[in-house]
């Protein structure tokens, strides 16, 4: 069955360190890959996605997330945390529906950031 | 532009009775969905639509109905409210599959409250 994991539920950080989101997914293709930000009570917005190419992208904000098949794999990446980054982050993978691509989200990541 | 709105923001209902989450979109998008969240849970399917008068059920359409009579609004019905039906209520939108614009956009949530 396809399914997509955030293994972690809470990431703590301090301000200033580098910080790392994993997201695993399973599927027999490459699928659509995404990642989104949702700050306190807000919607969510996207941060990065990556349909082909080149498989390290950049995003919004200073992230980035690299695809590695063999792996399964797309995890979010930032070299330096700063306290407005506190926020839930979701993964969410596209997986084709019926002709559509129709995206299934990770439970997500609660970012907290030290000062 | 708007982008994508939600109306209403916040209610409170008592278990039985029914109410019409109203979402519109000013970004001719034809594909719009609905999703729940709730806590640890992140964000589950409930139904969705990829053009105007379609409907396809999600992960979890047990006890919604939606209708998209106009491309720009997407509905979803709660014929007999049930506390479990308490969560938060994302309305969003995207551009057709295949144009490789595939990125949602999210209104700003609808808080329910079922007693």
């Known amino acids: 069955a396809q399914s997509v994991t955030q293994p972690d539920i809470h990431i703590t950080v301090s301000e200033g360190a580098s910080l790392e989101l994993r997201c695993n997914y399973s599927y027999g293709a490459t699928p659509y890959l995404f990642w989104y930000v949702q700050s306190p009570g807000q919607g969510l917005q996207l941060l990065l996605k990556?349909?082909?190419?080149?498989?390290l992208v950049q995003g919004i904000k200073g992230f980035e997330a690299e695809f590695k098949r063999s792996q399964s794999s797309f995890n979010l990446r930032k070299p330096s945390v700063h306290w407005s980054d506190a926020a839930e982050y979701f993964c969410?993978?596209?997986?084709?529906?019926?002709?559509?691509?129709?995206?299934?989200f990770g439970r997500g990541t609660s970012l907290i950031v030290h000062p | 532009n708007a982008g994508v709105t939600q109306t209403p923001k916040f209610r409170v209902l008592k278990t039985g009775q029914s109410m019409t989450l109203l979402c519109a979109q000013d970004?001719?998008?034809?594909?719009m969905y609905w999703y729940r969240q709730d806590p640890g849970m992140g964000l589950r399917l409930i139904h969705y639509?990829?053009?105007?008068?379609?409907?396809a059920k999600g992960e979890v359409p047990d006890g919604y109905n939606v209708s998209r009579l106009k491309k720009q609004n997407f509905l979803l019905g709660l014929e007999s409210a049930a506390p479990s039906q308490t969560s938060v209520y994302f309305c969003a939108s995207s551009p057709p599959t295949g144009t490789f614009q595939e990125t949602q956009y999210f209104g700003p949530g609808t808080r329910l409250l079922v007693l």
């Open positions: 969410a993978v596209g997986f084709p529906s019926g002709g559509s691509y129709i995206p299934t």
């Open positions: 990556y349909f082909s190419g080149d498989t």
């Open positions: 970004m001719n998008h034809e594909y």
């Open positions: 639509s990829v053009g105007e008068g379609t409907t």
